[in-house]
Nanobody, 121 residues
């Protein structure tokens, strides 16, 4: 199983970016997909998660600015980031939690390699 992120880059404050993450390989189901981020010198933190049924949860710092969505058929999760601030600068990691490769397999967690987002003028 691989998670591949794309869409990071440099953007000015107030701008927008859309991150994508595609999970590939032998996948039976993924219960929760999400995005985490890690800024320099800080711990990795939750940004947003979404369940198969579409329930979402966001960090307080991004509520109203970021929107998470997913395509269950394509095992892909997106993060639309608007009104970006310099404090959003971080490496953003895609996460697939409770991923099963077979119907009877044990659920596991997987991470992408990360995509860098820099918000600066």
């Amino acid at each position: 199983v691989q998670l591949v992120e794309s869409g990071g880059g440099l953007v000015q404050p107030g701008g927008s970016l859309r991150l994508s993450c595609a999970a590939s390989g032998s996948i039976f189901s993924i219960n929760v997909m999400g995005w985490y981020r890690q800024a320099p010198g800080k711990q990795r933190e939750l940004v947003a998660i979404i369940t198969t049924g579409g329930s979402t949860d966001y960090a307080d710092s991004v509520k109203g600015r970021f929107t998470i969505s997913r395509d269950n058929g394509e095992n892909t999760v997106y993060l639309q980031m608007n009104s970006l601030k310099p404090e959003d600068t971080a490496v953003y990691y895609c996460n697939a939690d409770q991923l099963k490769t077979t119907a009877r397999g044990l659920p596991r967690m997987y991470w992408g390699q990360g995509t860098r987002v820099t918000v600066s003028s």
